[in-house]
């Protein structure tokens, strides 16, 4: 592997493609692959990326509830503290929807895990994919990873990518709860999201 290294470092003055030829240098151990069999550079065009950047504002409504007859979260791992909900981790499935009230036409589903994160305050750890089922947006996904202390007003969360519409997505989100029941357990959040997507 040196050898090689000092051999690709002679021959090419262009940082990327040393970094690529190191990524796939390392790759070479595990797989017995020539660098080339697996990687290559390519003209954007032909992904379809010769557009510019957009920015796109969507605003939807989620819809937790954790008990009732039709739960959209189940809590998988109880928490050590009632008080942070640290150690809770909690599987979702919940519906977006165009406008506050539930029965408002449902665009999509956030499906994934929160969990608490901190021990100080009620701060969720949030994994999961909006994903889109109507219209144009129908099979798309934007991936949202970030912190959600929610007893703040507002919550800032990155996007950290996307599929279909929003592939190569990124942006934040703005969370704002609009309604929380502790005693059913419901809780209405709207979602701002702001992403850079082709
Ligand atoms: C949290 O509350 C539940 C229900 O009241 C109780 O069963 C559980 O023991 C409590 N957990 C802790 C860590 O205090
Ligand atoms: C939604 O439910 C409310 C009552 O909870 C009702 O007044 C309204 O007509 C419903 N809207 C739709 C679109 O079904
Ligand atoms: C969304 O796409 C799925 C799968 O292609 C299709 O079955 C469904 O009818 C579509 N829904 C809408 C509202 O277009």
């Known amino acids: ?104 036409t449902v665009v999509g589903y956030a499906q994934g895990i929160y969990a608490g994160a901190a021990q100080e305050e009620i701060g969720f750890l949030m994994v999961m994919n909006f994903a889109f089922k109507t219209g144009k947006y129908n099979g798309s996904t934007l991936a949202i990873l970030g912190r959600n202390t929610v007893r703040l007003k507002v919550r800032e969360m990155p996007v950290v990518g996307g599929s279909g519409i929003f592939r ?13 029941d502790p005693k059913s357990g419901v809780a209405i959040v709207e979602y701002n999201c702001y992403i850079l997507h082709y």
């Open 168 to 180: 190569f997505a990124r942006g934040y989100v703005e969370a704002q709860t609009k309604l929380f």
């Open 1 to 104: 592997m040196a050898a090689s290294f000092m051999y690709y470092a002679h021959n090419n003055h262009n940082m990327t493609n040393l970094i690529l030829i190191l990524a796939a240098q390392i790759f070479l151990l595990a797989a017995d692959a020539s660098p080339g069999d697996f990687a290559r550079t390519m003209n954007q065009k032909q992904l379809g990326l010769h557009n510019k950047e957009k920015l796109t504002h969507l605003r939807v409504y989620w819809h937790d509830s954790v008990s009732g007859r039709n739960p959209s979260t189940v809590m998988i791992q109880q928490p050590v503290s009632n008080s942070s909900l640290f150690g809770s981790i909690s599987m979702m499935d919940d519906a977006l929807t165009l406008d506050m009230p539930r029965n408002s």
